[in-house]
């Protein structure tokens, strides 16, 4: 079975470009996560889908990231335009609804390295 | 406020000695605890989580951790330390609504 994959791994861009971020979930998981790491701090929740919908965003720093998932199959994650700030490594993690069998862990994919220059 | 504490960034053991990471939580009901680890250049892979029963869980390559209500603790222990288990370590709470909370992170150096 494959894992969550993350594309592209990394990628440096300059202030004000824009960039967009793939995600590809664990087939069968409804549950789709974006998070995003600055080096030194914690692992921070940007958004939640349920599959196509936006079951959660309070994570999403400001209007200038953009999360789809159109047919509730892979996501993206546009940022545009790019600040100095938004550097850093966002993860992607599919999960399971939990029930009483299924604790609903998160699967991540590798992550992807944003760097504004 | 809510939140996820891994007190130690950094932590420095021998290979071979034994192992605590610490982690404790601040929510109003027992949440669903996870360990994850990072090792370079790859994603987060899960360790062990716990769930309700046995507050001693086992997990993959030798770990376990012990949950403590009392303490609001999760903390994380290996006896015997090994130089491929040098990478970061998260603790991460998962609330109701498939909410999920992360800790810093605490990084391990093995020295030989």
């Known amino acids: 079975e494959a894992g969550v994959t993350q594309f592209p791994s990394h990628s440096v861009i300059e202030k004000g470009q824009t960039v967009t971020l793939r995600c590809d979930p664990i087939?069968?998981?409804?549950?789709l996560y974006w998070y995003r790491r600055v080096m030194g701090k914690e692992i921070k929740f940007l958004l939640h889908f349920v599959k196509e919908s936006k079951q959660d965003e309070s994570g999403m720093p400001n209007n200038r990231f953009l999360a789809e998932r159109t047919g509730g199959t892979y996501s993206t994650l546009k940022v545009q335009p790019a600040e100095l700030e938004d550097s850093g490594v966002y993860f992607c993690?599919?999960?399971?609804?939990?029930?009483?069998?299924?604790?609903?862990?998160?699967?991540f994919g590798e992550g992807s390295r944003l760097t504004v220059l | 406020a809510q939140s996820v504490t891994q007190p130690d960034i950094h932590i420095t053991v021998s290979e071979g000695a034994s192992l605590e990471l610490r982690c404790n939580y601040s929510y109003g009901a027992t949440p669903y605890l996870f360990w994850y680890v990072q090792s370079p250049g790859q994603g987060l892979q899960l360790l062990l989580k716990?769930?309700?029963?046995?507050?001693l869980v086992q997990g993959i390559k030798g770990f376990e951790a012990e949950f403590k209500r009392s303490q609001s603790s999760f903390n994380l222990r290996k006896p015997s330390v090994h130089w491929s288990d040098a990478a970061e370590y998260f603790c991460?709470?998962?609330?109701?609504?498939?909410?999920?909370?992360f800790g810093t992170g605490t990084s391990l150096t093995v020295i030989p």
């Open positions: 716990y769930f309700s029963g046995d507050t």
């Open positions: 087939s069968g998981h409804d549950n």
């Open positions: 993690a599919s999960s399971q609804d939990r029930t009483s069998e299924n604790t609903g862990e998160l699967f």
């Open positions: 991460a709470v998962g609330l109701t609504g498939n909410q999920f909370y």
